[in-house]
């Protein structure tokens, strides 16, 4: 939901030739532009308040060096006598019996390891095998209703764990820098560099910008559910979503209006869509009290959330992707 996946290319495109070292993805998400601009040379810095977001950029951005060895990978894999956690809790919603004993089995092998970029590397090599083996990559419904055959339902969690491990080992590199992934809320973090970036939720009256309504399996699995209180009578057993001043309109605006202010000593680029709000025009407005010029780039974006094939094609889906920059 929601990454820069698709349009990467264009956003380098326009962000190329402007003059900065140090880059700060402050709503990191899928850290796609994060990786990219790590890819690019420079030395970045992301920050998410989802944790599992946090430690896919600690994994591969902020850790330079460190992969996991075979070694590691038969620990991760070894048998041992756990709490069940998983089998409990999510017992016929999302996975079958046999998955959630592999998940409960690997999570606590994951406790164990000491390095903390090794321990990230197969966290997030978890949370790809969950997210490829789930219909539609989220956690917002019971069994599935959804398999559309394709092949990564038909493969096991292990195998899809064994993949992502070694599709993690392979964009573990050293850029030059020292780079650094966080774990904030927004509205509470401030980092200094040449260029920030912001791609915050969406906030739209037609649709939901809830992350955590989409992907709290996995934010869960990340943190162990070490201080989650599930909401025993929900379905899929969430728990209660992060608060974001980005969820209502009316906060949406003070809370792009305070990151502005509190960037405006650092080129902004701002990805943000056509049919959300604050609009074009407003942010622009916003933006021109603390910046002396800004340009608005438009990207054609066809959104097509997780695997809703059904979607893909839909002219309601069809939006222009507006591409901030204020220097």
């Given at each position: 939901m929601g990454s820069k996946n698709k349009i990467i290319n264009e956003i380098w495109k326009y962000i190329k030739d402007l003059e900065f070292e140090s880059f700060l993805d402050c709503f990191a998400g899928s850290?796609?532009?994060?990786?990219?601009?790590?890819?690019?040379?420079?030395?970045?810095?992301?920050?998410?308040?989802?944790?599992?977001?946090?430690?896919?950029?600690?994994?591969?951005?902020e850790n330079s060096t460190t992969i996991l060895d075979p070694a590691d990978i038969d620990l991760l894999l070894k048998e041992n006598y756990n709490p069940g956690f998983i089998q409990r809790t999510f017992k016929d919603i999302f996975f079958s019996e046999e998955e959630n004993k592999f998940l409960d089995k690997v999570r606590f092998n994951i406790s164990s390891i000491q390095d903390e970029y090794k321990s990230s590397v197969a966290l997030s090599a978890l949370v790809r095998?969950?997210?490829?083996?789930?219909?539609?990559?989220?956690?917002?419904?019971?069994?599935?209703?959804?398999?559309?055959?394709?092949?990564?339902?038909?493969?096991?969690?292990?195998?899809?764990?064994?993949?992502?491990?070694n599709i993690y080992n392979k964009a573990v590199f050293d850029n030059g820098f020292k780079n650094k992934a966080f774990n904030n809320k927004s509205e509470d973090f401030h980092i200094k560099t040449d260029l920030v970036y912001f791609d915050p939720p969406y906030y739209t009256p037609k649709s939901d910008n809830d992350y955590v309504r989409r992907?709290?399996?996995?934010?869960?699995?990340?943190?162990?559910?070490?201080?989650?209180?599930?909401?025993?009578?929900?379905?899929?057993?969430?728990?209660?979503?992060?608060?974001?001043?980005?969820?209502?309109?009316?906060?949406?605006?003070?809370?792009?209006?305070?990151l502005f202010k509190k960037y405006?000593?650092?080129?902004?680029?701002?990805?943000?869509?056509?049919?959300?709000?604050?609009?074009?025009?407003?942010?622009?407005?916003?933006?021109?009290?603390?910046?002396?010029?800004?340009?608005?780039?438009?990207?054609?974006?066809?959104?097509?959330?997780?695997?809703?094939?059904?979607?893909?094609?839909?002219?309601?889906?069809?939006v222009k992707e507006y591409l901030f920059i204020g220097k």
């Open positions: 850290n796609v532009v994060g990786y990219y601009l790590k890819c690019k040379g420079k030395r970045v810095y992301t920050n998410d308040f989802l944790t599992f977001s946090y430690i896919n950029s600690k994994s591969i951005i095998a969950c997210l490829k083996k789930r219909s539609r990559g989220v956690f917002t419904f019971v069994g599935e209703r959804y398999d559309d055959g394709r092949a990564d339902m038909k493969k096991s969690i292990e195998t899809h764990f064994i993949e992502s491990i992907y709290h399996f996995i934010e869960g699995l990340v943190k162990n559910w070490d201080g989650i209180t599930i909401q025993e009578k929900s379905k899929v057993k969430k728990f209660e979503s992060y608060k974001s001043p980005f969820a209502k309109k009316d906060s949406a605006y003070t809370a792009f209006e305070d405006k000593e650092s080129i902004i680029v701002i990805s943000y869509s056509s049919n959300c709000y604050p609009t074009k025009e407003e942010l622009t407005s916003m933006l021109l009290k603390y910046k002396n010029n800004v340009i608005v780039h438009e990207i054609d974006h066809t959104y097509s959330f997780g695997n809703q094939n059904h979607k893909i094609g839909n002219l309601n889906n069809r």
